[in-house]
């Protein structure tokens, strides 16, 4: 089974196919890259061959890139020398690529060279784009569905087969940087516009194939190889390129704080490459890529936001012997806030969606909101009228309990006090019928006490949703003490249907994501009770990578809210509960009325509009700030190992039981530094020995809450890895 195969017809054209068996997308690997040029290395010496197109077998796409699974172990699998081993590989694909740039011609004289074309069915990402760009003329199937780019700066590395090079001189560093920096993917004809490809055409292969029987000499050599050439917006040290990159620079550190390692390193290739010939800029290209694949960063984020978020998307903790249970029609208890985006990612995944609240009026507000919603995305011209009345029309809004009849799944998303959920919990379970799977959207509260409200505990779950529910990507769901496997397959199923990720952990107060979340929010408040500038602790979690600081995510989320969760957990644990300077401070803020910025005034001032104005300065008449200041970096730690710590207890106290759920969802629910991978991946990358002696120096100066668990313990006195040592059961599961 082969991944290239080549066919030249009578015309002399040699057309090289790309079709990865077993896969609907083709992705590159080494043996693919050798079949390649094996292909291409036949058509140049074949005299009778006049051209070549490259092409997919696949009907609606080219490539997706390389495979993920090599990307993430090209490191290990480069020998004792790993840069060396890195290098010489990324060299060895830059050779080939160039060999199909040139096809045969003398660089010297310009001549001797065969035309090759690429014919694009649809998607190209990364190697998948990078390939065509080393070609003379890109053809791309006319379909809209299609995606044109280079997303690799989204998994934590750059184009490094001669992308970067290659398209900042096709399109000027001005023009490259929203695909190279940005890694957008565009639809064709926006792609031929921007000037990555060259035609859009009904039929990419046949308009390819005619290209090349009709090119010219000047059409087989590319701008940078023509004597004369000049790179488009100017070199770096040409005065309008001298501002280009000066502003690239600022933007990149503006909009990563530098805790980012690929966006760095991409810009120091092009800036760098721009200096140099051709050739020159390839092998910069190749040190700088290896680089980042020396960095621990990219393995974990290659890992973490594609490799294990696939894995659980596609069902990787998912009860193996219950049959599909997708859900088809859905009843949302609380037309608030919450239940009105739940009902939104519903309708729009195609269901029949039954919005319960109170009165006509509180249901058809919630309505209303995926009505607004869709007038917001046909002023975008992203949604048509037809499409918005099809999903108003599979959203009932209604008082009436009788239309949850039918329903196979039921969401309660009512206000977050238990008597509320067990009253409604109740009423509802009398209409729907016994094989309904009951789930609660809340946050905070134990799911084993609120099934207790329901007549068949095994059907009882929890669905925890983010908000705001229609842009979060991640979904909690939490098992009850009795919870059983339909129930968790039907959860899962629901998930994969609104095309979110979803975890699965077991039940325990505040579950996996708030049990992490709420240490990080309370240190902040902790040091600021301490005398350290708010500013300082904000900055130092975004210079970490968090998109938010710990004192700007209390702001947005409500002081009143944290004041709430405080008081309850206090009631649940009684004497056990751990007094905190925090929960202080955050009840004095709730009493003058500071509740965040709903109410225009928190730990920030607001204008009447609601942008924050600088912190508030009546902060620092009750807690001044400390003469000397906090190191930053010790500021940063205080707040990753307030966050990990809770993930490792979490584990340990089986609340999580796969540590890829650990690591994807602190990501995508409260944006846990993206570029270390999560928690776990963290840990292994600073280690367990060092993590271990830091809790101890933590635990020494700030106190018990950063005692290092036993497990940490354990492996730091083992020399183990969460990945070494529950990586291998993770996937097995």
């Given at each position: ?11 002399g ?13 083709n992705?590159?690997?080494?043996d ?9 290395d036949?058509?140049?010496?074949d ?6 197109v ?12 390389m495979d993920l699974?090599?990307l ?10 790993p ?7 990324t060299?060895a ?7 199909i ?7 010297k004289?310009?001549k ?6 690429a ?5 190209a ?13 890109i053809?791309v199937?006319d ?10 700066i989204?998994?934590?590395i750059?184009?490094?087969?001669g ?23 565009v639809?064709?004809k ?9 035609e859009v055409?009904?039929?990419p ?10 090119a ?5 050599i ?8 000049k ?13 280009t ?9 503006g909009?990563?704080q530098g805790a ?10 092009v800036?760098?490459g ?11 290209e ?9 960095n ?7 890992r973490?936001?594609f490799l ?7 069902g ?12 088809k029609?859905?009843g ?20 029949e ?8 009026a ?16 046909i002023?975008?011209?992203?949604v ?8 108003l029309?599979?959203?009932t809004?209604?008082?009436?309990l ?5 329903c ?5 998303a ?17 209409v729907?019928p ?15 006490d ?6 068949r ?5 929890g ?7 229609e842009?979060?990507?991640?979904v ?12 968790v397959a ?9 095309r ?10 505040f ?11 309370n240190?902040g408040?902790?040091?600021i009770?301490e ?8 900055h130092a ?8 600081g710990p004192i ?12 709430k ?13 751990p007094?905190?300077p ?5 009840f004095?803020?709730e009493e003058?009325g ?5 109410a ?5 001032d ?7 104005q ?11 700030l400390?003469?000397?200041?906090p ?30 759920e ?9 944006g846990f530094?993206?570029?270390?991978g999560?928690?776990f991946s963290?840990l292994?990358?600073?280690g ?11 635990e020494?100066?700030y106190?018990p ?11 730091a006195?083992k ?15």
């Amino acid at each position: 089974m082969t991944d290239f195969t080549m066919t030249t017809g009578d015309d002399g054209v040699a057309v090289i196919t790309w079709d990865v068996p077993g896969k609907s997308m083709n992705v590159m690997s080494l043996d693919g890259l050798a079949e390649l040029e094996a292909c291409f290395d036949t058509a140049l010496a074949d005299e009778a061959v006049k051209g070549i197109v490259i092409t997919s077998g696949k009907p609606d796409s080219f490539a997706g890139g390389m495979d993920l699974n090599l990307l993430a172990t090209l490191k290990e699998q480069a020998g004792d020398d790993p840069a060396r081993g890195l290098f010489e590989g990324t060299m060895a694909m830059h050779r080939l690529l160039r060999k199909i740039e040139l096809a045969g011609m003398d660089l010297k004289t310009k001549k001797g060279g065969k035309p090759v074309a690429a014919a694009l069915p649809g998607t190209a990402a990364g190697i998948g784009l990078e390939l065509p760009l080393a070609t003379h003329r890109i053809f791309v199937a006319d379909n809209p569905k299609a995606r044109i780019g280079l997303p690799e700066i989204m998994v934590g590395i750059f184009p490094g087969a001669g992308g970067t090079t290659r398209l900042t001189r096709k399109l000027g560093a001005m023009g490259a940087s929203p695909f190279l920096l940005e890694g957008q993917m565009v639809e064709p004809k926006k792609a031929k516009a921007a000037g990555l490809v060259d035609e859009v055409v009904a039929d990419p292969l046949a308009a390819a194939r005619e290209w090349v029987l009709n090119a010219k000499p000047a059409d087989r050599i590319k701008p940078w190889d023509d004597k004369g050439y000049k790179m488009p917006g100017g070199a770096p040290y040409h005065p309008a390129g001298f501002m280009t990159f000066v502003g690239a620079n600022a933007m990149v550190n503006g909009k990563t704080q530098g805790a980012f390692p690929a966006p760095k390193a991409l810009l120091s290739a092009v800036y760098e490459g721009a200096l140099v010939p051709f050739d020159t800029a390839l092998k910069i290209e190749a040190r700088w890529f290896t680089n980042v694949l020396m960095n621990p960063s990219s393995g974990a984020m290659i890992r973490s936001l594609f490799l294990n978020k696939e894995a659980l998307e596609k069902g990787a903790v998912r009860p193996k012997d219950v049959p599909d249970q997708r859900v088809k029609k859905l009843g949302v208890l609380g037309a608030g806030m919450m239940g009105a985006g739940i009902a939104l990612v519903s309708a729009q995944a195609g269901m029949e969606v039954v919005l319960i609240d109170r009165d006509q009026a509180a249901a058809d507000k919630g309505k209303a909101y995926t009505e607004a919603y869709l007038d917001k995305g046909i002023a975008r011209k992203k949604v048509t009228p037809e499409k918005k009345e099809a999903m108003l029309n599979l959203i009932t809004a209604t008082p009436d309990l009788d239309a949850l009849k039918g329903c196979d799944l039921i969401i309660e998303a009512v206000f977050e006090d238990p008597k509320v959920k067990a009253e409604i919990t109740a009423r509802v379970a009398a209409v729907i019928p016994e094989t309904c799977i009951f789930a609660s959207n809340t946050s905070t509260l134990p799911i084993s006490d609120l099934a207790k409200a329901f007549p068949r505990q095994k059907d009882f779950i929890g669905i925890h949703f983010f908000s705001p529910v229609e842009k979060m990507l991640l979904v909690e769901i939490i098992k009850g003490k009795e919870t059983g496997p339909v129930a968790v397959a039907k959860a899962l199923d629901y998930v994969r249907q609104i095309r979110k990720t979803p975890i699965v952990v077991n039940d325990a107060r505040f579950f996996y994501c708030n049990r992490c979340i709420i240490p990080y929010v309370n240190e902040g408040a902790r040091m600021i009770t301490e005398g350290v500038a708010p500013a300082l602790i904000d900055h130092a979690a975004q210079q970490l990578g968090f998109p938010v600081g710990p004192i700007q995510l209390t702001d947005e989320t409500s002081i009143d809210l944290g004041a709430k969760i405080a008081r309850a957990t206090k009631a649940a644990m009684g004497n056990a509960y751990p007094d905190s300077p925090a929960d202080e401070m955050i009840f004095w803020m709730e009493e003058k009325g500071r509740l965040g910025r709903k109410a225009k005034a928190g730990f920030f001032d607001y204008d009447e509009a609601g942008k924050r104005q600088g912190y508030w300065k009546g902060m620092q008449d009750k807690y001044p700030l400390a003469e000397e200041q906090p190191g930053l970096i010790e500021v940063q730690q205080r707040l990753m190992f307030a966050q990990v710590l809770e993930a490792v207890r979490a584990l340990e106290e089986g609340v999580l039981e796969d540590i890829r759920e650990g690591d994807v969802g602190a990501i995508l629910a409260w944006g846990f530094a993206p570029w270390s991978g999560g928690p776990f991946s963290w840990l292994d990358i600073i280690g367990a020995e060092y993590a271990a002696e830091r809790c101890d120096q933590l635990e020494a100066a700030y106190g018990p809450r950063f005692k290092c668990p036993d497990l940490l313990r354990e492996m730091a006195e083992k020399g183990q890895t969460f990945y070494g040592r529950f990586g291998a059961q993770a996937q097995a599961a």
